[in-house]
T-cell receptor, first 113, second 112 residues
Framework: DVKVTQSSRYLVKRTGEKVFLECVQDMDHENMFWYRQDPGLGLRLIYFSYDVKMKEKGDIPEGYSVSREKKERFSLILESASTNQTSMYLC????????????FGSGTRLTVV | KQEVTQIPAALSVPEGENLVLNCSFTDSAIYNLQWFRQDPGKGLTSLLLIQSSQREQTSGRLNASLDKSSGRSTLYIAASQPGDSATYLCAVYSNTGNQFYFGTGTSLTVIP
């Protein structure tokens, strides 16, 4: 069964900490995405990547960075966590043909205190 | 920018009813549309994917239709069950922007 795996289901971090959220896919997909999901705001795209070492800003990149050193792994980095980054973070991947749409991970609920 | 709207935001029905969830989008230049299910605190599970050249897709009790020209899609759920209770999201992949745009979802509760 194909998978997108997010390393943590729940995280609690302190304000100012550097936070790493990891996402790994086993489908050899070219494209990977990071979203955050908040009540009433839906899913908002933070960053995406079309290839190794490539990244593109989404709609809300401020306060975040990403790293894609290997095709299967896409990391989201919160340089200095703040309380307004408390959210559900969702990783997704897709192939270049887009015929199969997105496959999502199970999400990481991050709380910044 | 593509805007995706789902109405209603919440829906409660008795078990056994057939129901329709609605999704509308502002830019008809799309590659495809995908319906997802999300259980509380979980990730998104893909239900159906409709290509822009298709009119509908079916999977079990689910049927999704697409009318690209009018910017609308519907998800039909037949003979609803309590296990269908979840939030349903639609997403469209635009020709411009190279990303999926999501609606805010319809929260469905099926009452036993």
């Amino acid at each position: 069964d194909v998978k997108v795996t997010q390393s943590s289901r729940y995280l609690v971090k302190r304000t100012g900490e550097k936070v790493f959220l990891e996402c790994v896919q086993d489908m050899d997909h070219e494209n990977m995405f990071w979203y955050r999901q908040d009540p009433g705001l839906g899913l908002r795209l933070i960053y995406f990547s079309y290839d190794v070492k490539m990244k593109e800003k989404g709609d809300i990149p401020e306060g975040y960075s990403v790293s894609r050193e290997k095709k299967e792994r896409f990391s989201l980095i919160l340089e200095s966590a703040s309380t307004n980054q408390t959210s559900m973070y969702l990783c997704a991947s897709s192939s270049n043909t887009i015929w199969w749409g997105y496959t999502f991970g199970s999400g990481t609920r991050l709380t910044v205190v | 920018k593509q805007e995706v709207t789902q109405i209603p935001a919440a829906l409660s029905v008795p078990e056994g009813e057939n129901l329709v969830l609605n999704c509308s989008f502002t830019d008809s230049a799309i590659y495809n549309l995908q319906w997802f299910r999300q259980d509380p605190g979980k990730g998104l599970t893909s239900l159906l994917l409709i290509q822009s050249s298709q009119r509908e897709q079916t999977s079990g009790r689910l049927n999704a239709s697409l009318d690209k020209s009018s910017g609308r899609s519907t998800l039909y759920i037949a003979a609803s069950q309590p296990g269908d209770s979840a939030t349903y999201l639609c997403a469209v992949y635009s020709n411009t922007g190279n990303q999926f745009y999501f609606g805010t979802g319809t929260s469905l509760t099926v009452i036993p």
